[in-house]
Nanobody, 125 residues
């Protein structure tokens, strides 16, 4: 059984930074790409960033470009999301997801097969 476990969320002031981690486990775990999504109260789930295991190609939502950086450590089967210059509008539950095959569109959450439980990020003004 595949498991994705996020960590690193918390409360931070506007302008601050956090680094989220997502560790994948499971004997049969294999994926083409990993993504981060966020879900704020009253809003739809939103794509944040994605990265391919091979080649490390990255994709970002316009709202986080230049502030967030996604990276991966294949040896640890871990994906990170470094979040800098955080804003109150970044407040949400952040979840990581794994896509077994190359998505048609990385921002489409329907293209991902496995999901973590999420970690809360709260940015105060």
């Amino acid at each position: 059984q595949v498991q994705l476990v996020e960590s690193g969320g918390g409360l931070v002031q506007a302008g601050g930074s956090l680094r989220l981690s997502c560790v994948a486990s499971g004997r049969t775990f294999s994926s083409y790409a990993m993504g981060w999504f966020r879900h704020a109260p009253g809003k739809e789930r939103e794509f944040v960033a994605a990265i391919t295991w091979s080649g490390g190609w990255t994709y970002y939502a316009d709202s986080v470009k230049g502030r967030f950086t996604i990276s991966r450590d294949a040896a640890k089967i871990t994906v990170y999301l470094q979040m800098n210059s955080l804003k109150p509008e970044d407040t949400a539950v952040y979840s990581c997801a794994a896509a077994r095959r190359a998505p048609d569109k990385f921002r489409n959450d329907g293209q991902y097969d496995y999901w973590g439980q999420g970690t809360q990020v709260t940015v105060s003004s």
